[in-house]
């Protein structure tokens, strides 16, 4: 029979490994990233909503506020692995104060370049997360001109 305290050396154990393959995999700013999330989650006043389903299956959506035609806040939101997660976190924080033309020039490569450490074959998480921030422009300047 394990005791409270072997039970909770196993479990800081197992959590130390956690950390440290998280680290390995996705390094030093996808660690942080994953213990303190940031830009995720659905925004209610978004100005711009933008909706994709990649060929991998996950779905990103990302969110925008406009304040005199730059970014003010936005979110990501994804039924995806960790990684779409953690490109739609980092696609948003590049798209803050920028206006729809800087966002139009943000690539994939830029999102895993602010990651920093990224494993390839998941990288086309980073180039979902950006054409969904696009659609998202797109949809603001619709609305902003009235026009398709």
């Given at each position: 029979?394990?005791?409270?305290?072997?039970?909770?050396?196993?479990?800081?154990?197992?959590?130390?490994k956690i950390l440290?393959?998280?680290?390995?995999?996705?390094?030093?700013r996808g660690l942080?990233?994953?213990?303190?999330?940031?830009?995720?989650?659905?925004?209610?006043?978004?100005?711009?909503?933008?909706?994709?389903?990649?060929?991998?299956?996950?779905?990103?959506?990302?969110?925008?506020?406009?304040?005199?035609?730059?970014?003010?806040?936005?979110?990501?939101?994804?039924?995806?692995?960790?990684?779409?997660?953690?490109?739609?976190?980092?696609?948003?924080?590049?798209?803050?104060?920028?206006?729809?033309?800087?966002?139009?020039?943000?690539?994939?490569?830029?999102?895993?370049k602010a990651i920093?450490?990224?494993?390839?074959?998941?990288?086309?998480?980073?180039?979902?997360?950006?054409?969904?921030?696009?659609?998202?422009?797109?949809?603001?300047?619709?609305?902003?001109?009235?026009?398709?």
């Amino acid at each position: 029979m394990m005791t409270d305290k072997k039970y909770d050396a196993l479990i800081d154990e197992i959590q130390g490994k956690i950390l440290l393959e998280t680290q390995e995999i996705y390094g030093e700013r996808g660690l942080e990233r994953w213990q303190n999330p940031q830009f995720n989650g659905r925004l209610d006043d978004a100005d711009a909503h933008g909706r994709i389903t990649g060929k991998c299956g996950d779905t990103m959506e990302i969110f925008l506020c406009f304040d005199n035609n730059r970014v003010s806040k936005a979110s990501s939101f994804t039924d995806g692995c960790f990684s779409s997660r953690l490109c739609g976190s980092f696609a948003a924080e590049l798209a803050i104060g920028k206006n729809p033309e800087e966002l139009f020039d943000l690539t994939g490569e830029d999102v895993l370049k602010a990651i920093g450490t990224f494993p390839k074959k998941e990288a086309h998480c980073a180039f979902l997360a950006v054409k969904t921030m696009q659609e998202a422009v797109n949809a603001y300047l619709v609305k902003q001109t009235g026009q398709k």
